[in-house]
């Protein structure tokens, strides 16, 4: 296929004169799953010449977007608690009457594997008509060996059934159940390291993730769950400092984290250990926004220190119900003040990097075919609406759908 009359955002800040790598009047140039050549139409190779032709009319395209955390598998949902919020209630009366993530911990317990498919499939399907070719989908709602299993097997066939990448990642290390309740460490010895190693063994992880808050787990208690994972050969990434500084980002920074994820309390220390250790910082302003925070991750340091920053929704039935990556570039900028551009490089190239992904993320030769076209002719429109999503045609592994 040969797309031609584009303005193609390469998001390689080489192939133009911004970061967007904005060429216009573009051809792409994709053979089976990969792109093949991308660049003015004017320097076209003759040998793509006769490819079938698709013209983009001087539309926007871009690479597939990328939504690198998601807790897409859970049943049940909280609009009830979120109601009861808003007319008083607290969250820890809410805790105590049975709600919160424990409530979604129960639903999802209940629920078969095809049920939490049929569950996970509408959600997944509203990130893709937002342009996303690649989505991570975490565990972390089972809390026993068994149904944490049960969650990377559903994430695994929302892979299978759906023209979308999933990444999947072990988040056992997400909440204490009420039958651990004190008990962090005993949860980690008996629950999510036997988990992780059964998971692993049956291929199910492709990365390991863990919640580090005074309400969840501390460094000390993730320690060797950690430890396990790096010695396992799989990359670690960590919610860190979302609500308090815990140091968490630091730590991961320690074991070569692909991200820190949230980061609205990151101190100055964890600043540089991450931009030491290269990990991706991961705004996620849906989860801002829902909780009505009001202290903004440090944007201006972490741009000054050179830690790339990427975005994602943090899709999940409590602190973040938001299934559109535009709504949350959107959300990223108007709340957090990155620029559209930046915005963009959340939800594409700094985004694989989070995901440890180096064959996607940007459109040059070599790459996968992952490409949306946009009803929009400059990519800050993609940032600047609310809500609305310009998607035109998405294409995933170089087909057309
Ligand atoms: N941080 C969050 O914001 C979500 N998980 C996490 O570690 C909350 C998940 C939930 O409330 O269901
Ligand atoms: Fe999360």
């Known amino acids: 296929m040969l797309l031609t009359h584009a303005t193609l955002a390469t998001m390689d800040p080489r192939s133009g004169t911004d970061g967007y790598g904005l060429i216009p009047e573009a051809a792409v140039a994709i053979s ?67 709600g919160g993530i424990l409530s979604t911990v129960t639903a999802t317990r209940a629920a078969t594997e095809d049920q939490l498919l049929a569950l996970a499939l509408p959600r ?36 299978r059934s759906r023209p979308v990448t999933v990444r999947t990642t072990h988040l056992a290390a997400h909440a204490i159940p009420p039958e651990f309740k004190g008990q962090a460490r005993a949860y980690i010895d008996n629950v999510a390291l036997p988990s992780l190693r059964a998971a692993h063994a049956e291929g199910l992880v492709d990365a390991v993730d863990a919640f580090c808050e005074t309400i969840a787990f501390s460094v000390d208690d993730l320690a060797p769950l950690f430890a396990e994972a790096r010695a396992m050969g799989l990359p670690v990434k960590l919610h860190a400092e979302q609500l308090t500084d815990q140091g968490g980002a630091a730590f ?51 741009r000054t220190a050179g830690v790339p ?25 108007t709340l957090f003040r990155l620029t559209p551009e930046e915005a963009l490089s959340g939800t594409t190239t700094h985004a694989a990097r989070a995901l440890g992904l180096t064959d996607r993320g940007r459109v040059a030769p070599g790459l996968r075919a992952d490409l949306c076209l946009w009803d929009a002719d400059h990519p800050a429109e993609l940032s600047y609406r609310i809500g609305a ?3 035109h045609h998405r294409i995933f592994g170089g087909r057309l759908d």
């Not at 597939?64 to 007319?87: S, W």
């Not at 705004?283 to 202290?295: I, S």
């Open 32 to 98: 089976g799953a990969q792109i093949a050549w991308a660049g003015p139409m004017a320097d076209l190779p003759a040998a793509f010449r006769h490819l079938p032709e698709r013209d983009c009319g001087g539309r926007l395209v871009t690479p597939g977007l990328i939504d690198c955390h998601t807790h897409a598998v859970f049943a049940g949902h909280r609009a009830v608690e979120f109601e009861l919020r808003l007319k008083g209630a607290s969250y820890e009366e809410i805790a105590r009457a049975g």
């Open 252 to 302: 991961a920074a320690r074991h070569q984290a692909l991200s820190a994820d949230h980061l609205e309390y990151l101190s100055p220390a964890g600043i540089v250990a991450m931009a030491a250790a290269g990990t991706v910082a991961v705004m996620l302003p849906g989860a801002f926004y829902t909780l009505r925070e009001t202290q903004v991750p440090p944007i201006a340091a972490l």
């Open 124 to 159: 997944i399907d509203q990130l893709i008509a937002s342009g996303a070719t690649t989505i991570e989908v975490k565990s972390g709602y089972g809390l026993t060996v068994e149904d944490e299993l049960k969650m990377l097997r559903v994430a695994r066939r929302i892979g």
């Open 389 to 391: 999503t310009p998607l």
């Open 309 to 333: 920053m990427a975005v994602a929704t943090d899709l999940n039935p409590g602190s973040s119900p938001l299934a559109s990556l535009t709504l949350a570039m959107n959300m990223a900028c």
